[in-house]
């Protein structure tokens, strides 16, 4: 499954984590779990920050400061090493 997961951040898009979930056969709580796992590993790393590519993004709302936190986004990329 972590096969799948990678392949699907490889493709890039937006990965909504509960329809990503659903995707690949299981829950929004072990998905995250395998994010975490593969961000040890070194494999992917989480945004800091999108910089000017905010301009276009359709989650740009929710990353402005003064948004809930708890529902703010967690983005994530492959790493480049």
Do not use: F, V
């Amino acid at each position: 499954m972590l096969n799948r997961l990678m392949q699907e951040i490889n493709n890039g898009g937006t990965l909504e984590t509960t329809q990503l979930a659903a995707r690949l056969g299981t829950t929004p709580g072990m998905l995250e779990a395998m994010l975490e796992h593969l961000q040890r590993a070194g494999l992917i790393q989480a945004y800091t920050s999108c910089g000017d590519g905010c301009s276009g993004c359709g989650l740009k709302e929710m990353c402005e400061p003064g948004h809930n936190q708890a529902n703010r986004p967690r983005l994530w990329q492959k790493s480049s090493s």
